[in-house]
């Protein structure tokens, strides 16, 4: 039976290849993940045990906000007087005060800013050259309008020593001079794709902390003879426990470990995707078997005659699986091996040069490769071997292989399937999964796509009826058209690998598209103003500009109201929450039509705030009550509540004075708000704030379509690289039509023939293949817009209270997704349309 089954394997290599091919694409994924996120992060760890190489120990503020200040953004400035506190301890060999802190970004020679793919902007204090830090050019900032910048950065903004240059930071642009550059040891132009500008001393406080005569930490390089460890746990002991005491290995497996943990998310998106070519390729799998097992009927039946039992049918299936999944899981880690490092190299280019360490594979890349394509395989193979093992000896002697059989299991089933998806998918979007809302969600739609599934025989005789009704106006249009209906759960099954792909796209535009529209119409019915200043936020950091802009806005000929926001991430009575400050009462009241249901909104005092209604409904907050809010930087602070307002009317849910945000980390304003006076000429209005923000190239004046368009760009980005990963699924799916309409050829090869015979031409041949394939898959795009549809609606109706209320379907996508769908059934029926027009007519007359 062994032996007979390698035959068979051997016998049918083209078919087993293209459905091995599905697990390949799909092992591909799951295994370059794997290597991926390894490589980039045996190269962080590299990257950071260099960094802090040098440090023996460290010393810098606790942050204000627990969890809010693990970036160097949000560093807690302490006062320099520490140095020589931590100098005093013994075994102090020497204590350096440090400047450094993110947000310092470079105007280049264009005039625009010199941005990142992510690594950060540090600015900081220049400390002369080290072991790590080595001039290439020029010397080190002396004066106060002096920096010297790293080779990485010199490149990337093409500016030399010499130039004069603008830089922001927490200030205004300012404008230096580039006395130097520097790299770093090694060779490095950069330390992971970071830039670096170095300030004199005092002007790096001033700029980076925002407060002179501080210092974000202390580096100490410990005396000759004493441990790390033990220096650490003595600075602790003198300087309290309001200070972050950790040596240079702590912190380097620190930063390390943060970077991997946004590595993993990354990975698991990537998983995700890969799941999803799975699922699809499981579908095709789950045909190819099927369809192989209704060819070999009378090879097994004739098999159970000579004595072979059911167990040993089985186990010959099975076996087939087995080696079609070995074989795709080996080619599958060889083909994710090639693509994580294809990755990896490309990820260390964009983010700045960075030093990949050698490419490896991990176990979990090996590991998940076999048990994935293997389980997968096996899966698959498992119902069309139980469905051999049923097949009567006396099958041999029939001409007929498996009659049709009832669809009614099938429909039970799917509709059991999809009644538990639905259920998880209501659990999920309505919060009452118990802390595994996302899990809930994910089986839900896995669940749901299977049912689906399991439903889509019921539904593919009518439909593909109804579509292939549209080429029955010639003869192979007929045939084509009556092929892809006579096997109901084959079609069902092509088809529902193609449903998954699209169904997720189509889900995710429709949420995409719904929240653009519900932002558009907020602001259409919220926001009284016809400018905007503002920058859409492609990283951490959002684009801010000096709030003085907002005060000289308001005194321009032509302009009725000018309104400045702030906003800052804070410690609210305990919960991490954004707040927003507001430049002028009078103009929320004018621009957001603001007015207070309770208390008054004509003042805010320093120590008084405004809530948003459901806000302080949900807290239990009336007019009197106070709030605790504790800043990234600066000290805490007790607010009254003195005015409670619709939500729709403020910027947010909390809003402050203005001068709370002198506290926040970026005290700069966000956005602002212009309203025109009647009558004003906006285009020149707009010239003038353009002139305004000229100092300010992160951010522009736009009118309010080009303000919305500019804050829902991200949504278009994420859509885009959405299809681009489920791009692998919907290739999977042309796979499953292609084998589908291979093995169909070859199981109709005596039928091809006879109709051959009485008159049907090859050209007529292939049309009635093609017709066959695009009819399954339009069929297959249909299913997949009206369940993602649905998904989408469902989102959109559990996300109403966040404030997505607008339901939009994209019409436009769906038709462009009905035409694609055309296409790929043409292209897809090329090779079996080509061998079906080449079948002898004499010898498929005659094949058994």
Do not use: C
Request: net charge negative; proline share 4%.
């Amino acid at each position: 039976m062994f032996r007979a089954t390698l035959k068979s394997l051997l016998a049918r290599k083209v078919r087993l290849i293209l459905s091995g091919l599905a697990v390949v694409l799909g092992v591909m994924f799951v295994s370059g993940s794997f290597v991926l996120t390894d490589t980039l992060g045996r190269s962080f760890d590299a990257i950071f045990a260099d960094a802090f190489e040098e440090l023996d120990v460290n010393v810098a503020a606790k942050p204000n906000i627990a969890g809010g200040n693990e970036t160097p953004l949000s560093a807690v400035p302490f006062p320099a007087t520490v140095v020589d506190q931590v100098a005093a301890v013994p075994g102090v060999a020497e204590a350096t005060g440090m400047v450094s802190a993110d947000g310092a970004r470079l105007i280049g020679g264009n005039g625009k800013v010199v941005g990142t793919l992510g690594a950060p902007q540090f600015g900081q204090n220049w400390l002369g050259e080290s072991d790590l830090i080595q001039l290439r050019e020029g010397r080190g900032p002396q004066a106060a309008d002096e920096i010297a910048i790293n080779a990485g950065l010199a490149e990337a903004g093409k500016v030399a020593v010499g130039d004069r240059v603008g830089v922001l930071t927490l200030a205004p642009k300012r404008e230096f001079t580039v006395v130097g550059v520097f790299g770093f040891s090694g060779d490095r132009d950069s330390i992971g794709g970071a830039q670096n500008i170095a300030f004199t001393t005092p002007v790096a406080q001033e700029l980076m902390l925002g407060k002179p005569g501080t210092v974000s930490s202390v580096a100490v390089e410990a005396a000759a003879g004493v441990r790390p460890e033990a220096l650490r746990d003595d600075i602790t002991a003198a300087l309290g426990d309001r200070y972050d005491v950790k040596t240079g290995r702590q912190l380097s497996d620190d930063a390390s470990a943060g970077l991997k943990e946004g590595l993993s998310f990354f990975n698991r998106i990537l998983l995700g995707f890969a799941g999803v070519a799975l699922l699809v390729g499981t579908f095709l799998i789950l045909n190819t078997f099927s369809i192989i097992v209704a060819q070999r009927t009378r090879e097994l039946a004739l098999m159970r005659a000579i004595g072979a039992s059911g167990r040993q049918i089985i186990g010959s299936v099975v076996l087939e699986a087995l080696a079609v999944g070995l074989l795709a899981s080996l080619l599958g880690l060889a083909a994710g091996v090639g693509v994580g490092a294809l990755l990896a190299y490309l990820f260390g280019q964009l983010g700045g040069d960075l030093a990949l360490a050698g490419i490896a594979v991990p176990p979990a890349a090996v590991i998940s490769a076999f048990a994935v394509g293997m389980l997968i395989t096996l899966v698959a193979a498992l119902l069309p071997a139980l469905r051999a093992a049923r097949i009567p000896p006396i099958a041999a002697m029939q001409d007929v292989a498996t009659p049709d059989r009832p669809l009614t299991k099938v429909t039970v089933a799917g509709a059991v399937v999809t009644t538990i998806g639905a259920a998880l998918l209501a659990l999920g979007l309505t919060g009452n999964a118990g802390g595994q809302t996302l899990a809930t969600i994910l089986g839900g739609v896995l669940f749901a796509f299977v049912g689906v599934a399991l439903l889509t025989p019921l539904i593919s005789r009518p439909v593909v009826s109804l579509l292939g009704a549209l080429f029955a106006w010639s003869v192979p249009g007929k045939l084509g058209r009556l092929n892809s209906g006579r096997n109901p759960r084959r079609t069902a099954i092509t088809a529902a690998a193609l449903m998954v792909g699209i169904a997720l796209v189509t889900g995710v535009t429709v949420i995409l598209d719904s929240a653009k529209s519900s932002i558009a119409g907020q602001v259409e019915d919220n926001l009284d103003a016809e400018l905007a200043i503002s920058g859409a936020q492609t990283g951490p950091r959002q684009p801010t500009f000096d709030p003085a802009v907002v005060d000289k806005a308001a005194a321009l000929p032509g302009v009725s109201a000018a309104l400045g926001l702030f906003n800052d991430f804070a410690e609210v009575d305990g919960e991490r929450r954004y707040v927003n400050a507001a430049s002028d009462l009078a103009a929320v009241q004018r621009i957001y039509g603001a007015q207070a249901t309770a208390g008054s909104l004509d003042t805010l005092r320093p120590d008084q705030i405004a809530l948003s209604e459901p806000l302080a409904k949900n807290r239990g907050k009336a007019i009197g009550d106070t709030l605790t809010i504790r800043y990234s930087r600066g000290a805490e602070h007790t607010y009254t509540v003195s005015a409670i307002v619709p939500e729709d009317q403020l910027p947010g849910s909390y809003l402050l004075p203005r001068e709370s945000a002198t506290d926040f980390t970026v005290p700069q304003a966000y956005l602002a708000l212009v309203q025109l006076a009647d009558g004003a000429d906006q285009a020149r209005v707009q010239a003038q704030l353009d002139a305004l923000v000229a100092d300010s190239p992160e951010v522009s004046v736009v009118d309010r379509a080009a303000y919305v368009e500019q804050q829902t760009s991200g949504f278009d980005q994420l859509l885009t690289m959405i299809q681009i990963l489920l791009t692998l699924a919907i290739v999977i799916a042309v796979l499953g039509i292609i084998n589908t309409l291979a093995l169909s050829v070859l199981e109709r090869t005596r039928e091809l023939g006879l109709l051959r015979a009485i008159g049907l031409r090859r050209a007529q041949t292939m049309r009635m293949i093609t017709v066959e394939a695009v009819v399954i898959s339009v069929f297959g795009a249909l299913l997949g817009i009206v369940v993602g549809t649905g998904l989408g609606a469902a989102v959109v109706e559990a996300l109403k209270d966040e404030g997505i209320t607008d339901l939009v379907l994209p019409w436009s996508q769906m038709a462009l997704f009905l035409g694609l769908a055309a296409l790929i059934g043409v292209v897809a029926a090329v090779v079996p349309a080509i061998r079906a027009a080449r079948i002898n007519v004499l010898g498929a007359i005659a094949h058994d």
